[in-house]
């Protein structure tokens, strides 16, 4: 299908306007094709992304689509700074292949990154925040302690683990969400009554913070957010059934390593 056809159809679900301030989405690099009918998706186009890209000899794609932006900024700015991404530049503009990047718009739009995650999570009555509307709240279907649903969410999220910060209630009846590094904005859902919040990437003085107000807060990898690839295939593919969608899944969650 066209491409400018395609991106204005996800654009009605994702529109730039939903990013956050500083954040960088849309075309990354390279030029993009009149037509569209390959696409590749990953949560970051890297090494790892450009090495099969070769190894398979995939000479046929007309459009990279990330989540996490692949250039954070300018060109000139990554480069001076990046040798690496300068090269990966150069080698995936040589094979005429752009790369495009939902990020916090996905994030935030209806049907993306959060939707797909408080849903994965079994919630009901799921809606935005009313002071983050990135964030998605509901309720689980009976209350539930709270060491119990972590266990739960991890296995429904698709990670081996994660991190539980416990100083709230023990039985938990709602549960808020932002996928990947959100820990900061944790004490929105808390003012605003859910029971337990989860993100990801949380530092000391955060889980520090948690504690000091009686909260609960669980720290589950930002691998979570693979989600990404499930969620936007099937809107892919809503949008026209005959695009060809390669998926790369090759992020996973760093080793858990335990005393004895």
Same mark, same amino acid.
């Given at each position: 299908?066209?491409?400018?056809?395609?991106? %204005?159809?996800?654009?009605?679900?994702?529109?730039?306007?939903?990013?956050?301030?500083?954040?960088?989405?849309? @075309?990354?690099?390279?030029?993009?094709?009149? &037509?569209?009918?390959?696409?590749?998706?990953?949560?970051?186009?890297?090494?790892?992304?450009?090495?099969? !890209?070769?190894? /398979?000899?995939?000479?046929?794609?007309?459009?990279?689509?990330?989540?996490?932006?692949?250039?954070?900024?300018? %060109?000139?700015?990554?480069?001076?700074?990046? &040798?690496?991404?300068?090269?990966?530049? #150069?080698? !995936?503009?040589?094979?005429?292949?752009?790369?495009?990047?939902?990020?916090?718009?996905?994030?935030?739009?209806?049907?993306?990154?959060?939707?797909?995650?408080?849903?994965?999570?079994?919630? =009901?009555?799921?809606?935005?925040? #009313?002071?983050?509307?990135?964030?998605?709240?509901? =309720?689980?279907?009976?209350?539930?302690?709270?060491? =119990?649903?972590?266990?739960?969410?991890? =296995?429904? @999220?698709?990670?081996?683990?994660?991190?539980?910060?416990?100083?709230?209630?023990?039985?938990? /009846?709602?549960?808020? !969400?932002?996928?990947?590094?959100?820990?900061?904005?944790?004490?929105?859902?808390?003012? #605003?009554?859910?029971?337990?919040?989860?993100?990801?990437?949380?530092?000391?003085?955060? %889980?520090?913070?948690?504690?000091?107000? /009686?909260?609960?807060?669980?720290?589950?990898?930002?691998?979570? &957010?693979?989600?990404?690839?499930?969620?936007?295939? &099937?809107?892919?593919?809503?949008?026209?059934?005959?695009?060809?969608?390669?998926?790369?899944?090759?992020?996973?969650?760093?080793?858990?390593?335990?005393?004895?």
């Amino acid at each position: 299908m066209q491409t400018n056809t395609l991106l %204005r159809k996800l654009a009605k679900y994702f529109p730039k306007r939903l990013k956050s301030p500083g954040d960088r989405v849309g @075309l990354m690099t390279g030029k993009l094709k009149k &037509e569209t009918k390959t696409i590749v998706l990953c949560l970051d186009f890297d090494d790892q992304v450009m090495s099969y !890209i070769k190894a /398979k000899q995939m000479q046929n794609i007309d459009l990279i689509l990330t989540h996490h932006p692949f250039l954070y900024q300018t %060109r000139y700015r990554t480069f001076k700074s990046d &040798e690496n991404k300068k090269r990966l530049t #150069e080698e !995936i503009d040589a094979l005429d292949i752009p790369v495009y990047s939902m990020h916090t718009n996905f994030d935030t739009g209806h049907r993306g990154m959060n939707d797909a995650l408080a849903e994965a999570l079994l919630l =009901e009555n799921i809606k935005p925040l #009313e002071n983050m509307p990135m964030a998605r709240g509901g =309720e689980v279907a009976k209350p539930i302690d709270v060491y =119990e649903f972590s266990k739960l969410a991890a =296995e429904l @999220l698709d990670v081996p683990y994660g991190l539980l910060t416990k100083a709230g209630k023990d039985m938990i /009846k709602s549960v808020a !969400i932002i996928g990947g590094g959100g820990s900061r904005y944790f004490d929105v859902a808390r003012l #605003e009554g859910y029971d337990l919040y989860i993100s990801g990437d949380a530092p000391h003085h955060v %889980r520090r913070d948690v504690i000091a107000k /009686k909260y609960n807060y669980l720290d589950l990898p930002h691998e979570i &957010e693979n989600i990404f690839l499930i969620r936007m295939k &099937e809107i892919l593919l809503e949008i026209n059934k005959d695009l060809n969608i390669i998926v790369i899944k090759h992020e996973v969650p760093p080793q858990l390593i335990t005393a004895n």
